[in-house]
C-alpha cells in the first residue's frame, strides 16, 4: 500500500526522529506515516529477532521497542504541531498487553497516538498488528515525561528537522 | 506442526538440563537470536543469576544523552525474566509473555546494566515475576518491571 505523506504532514519528522535512534536502524523501522493524531511504523520480520526458537516467533522485548518508538514518536509530532518546537521526552512507564504471538515472516506494523498532552506529561498508546488492526498482537499504554525544549541540543534539532541534508 | 512442537519442547527441556549440569546459563541464552541480538549475558553467583547487558553503540535510543533506547531495556529484562523462570521452574517450554510493565527510573546511559528477577508468585498456569534493572548501584535502580506469563 502506497501512502501519500501529504496527506501526514509530520511524516518526514518522525521519520528523521526515528531514524536518529540507534537501536530504530538496527532494527530498519519504518515511519509509514504521522501526523498531529497518529504515528504508523513498520518493523520488518528478521530471524535475528527470534524469542522463541521452536516457533520463530519474535521476542517479545523487540514488540515494547516498536511500541515505546511509536509512542515517543507521536508525542514529539504532538508536540511539534501545538507549540511548534521540539521536545525529548523520555518515557516514564509502559506497558504492554500480548493478545497473540506475532506470526513469523510477516512485517509488524505499530499505531501510536498521543491522546493527551498536559504540561508535564504526555499520554499515549499504541496497537501493534500484522494483517488488520481489529486483529491486535498487543495493546500498549504509556506516559512520557515532558522537558524543556531547551534540553533538545542543537545537532539533534537540526536533524529532526532535516537541516542537515 | 505438532513434530515440531514437540522437537521444540525436548530441546528446551534439553537446554535446561544441560545448562544446570554445566552450571552454565550463558548455554540458554546461545538459543534465543534476540539474546544474541542485543548482546545479553548471564552470571551466576550460588543460587542467584545476575543478567548484564554490555554496553552496546546499537542499543543506543537517545543519541544526544547518549542513553539506552527504553525498549531494549524492557527486552532485556523480560528475556531476563524468561531465563529465570526457565531455569527455577525447569520448564519444558519457553513462557510466553502475557503483559510487561516496565517504570523507568532513571536514564539508562550508555554502559553496563544488571538485572535481577524474582519469581513472585507461580500458579498453575501464570507466573508473576518482578525485575529490577541497575547500572553503577544496585540501590540506584533505571527501571522496575512486572510482568506475567504462561507456563505449561
Redesign the interface.
Known sequence: MKINPEFFPLTDLARRFVD?????R?LKLGVLEASEHHVLIELPYS?????????GV?????I??????AC?SAVVCSIFDKYKSLE?S?????????MK?AEPHKSVFGFAECYKLSSSVAFTRAIAYQESIDDPIAHAVGSFMRISPDL??E??RRALMGENE | MSQ??H???M??KEIVKKATELNDFSHLLE????A???GMEVVRFGDELVFQLPAK????????LP?I????I???M??SA?VQLMVFMQTTK?P?????????LR?GYHRDSFAECKITRQGRRVANVNINCWQTNRKALIATARAHFLID
Open positions: 536518529q535512534l540507534a537501536q530504530c538496527r530471524t535475528e529477532l527470534i524469542g522463541y526458537p521452536d516457533t519474535i521476542h517479545g522485548g523487540v515494547t521497542t516498536l511500541m515505546d518508538t515517543g525529548l523520555p518515557t516514564l512507564d509502559l506497558r504492554v498487553d500480548y504471538p533538545v541540543g545537532p539533534f | 515440531m512442537r522437537t521444540g519442547e530441546n528446551v538459543h534465543v537470536p534476540y544474541k541480538f542485543i553503540d546499537e542499543n543506543i535510543g537517545n543519541p544526544t542513553a533506547h527504553g525498549g531494549v524492557a527486552g532485556f523480560e528475556m524468561i519457553v510466553k509473555i502475557v503483559d510487561f510493565s516496565i517504570d523507568y536514564a
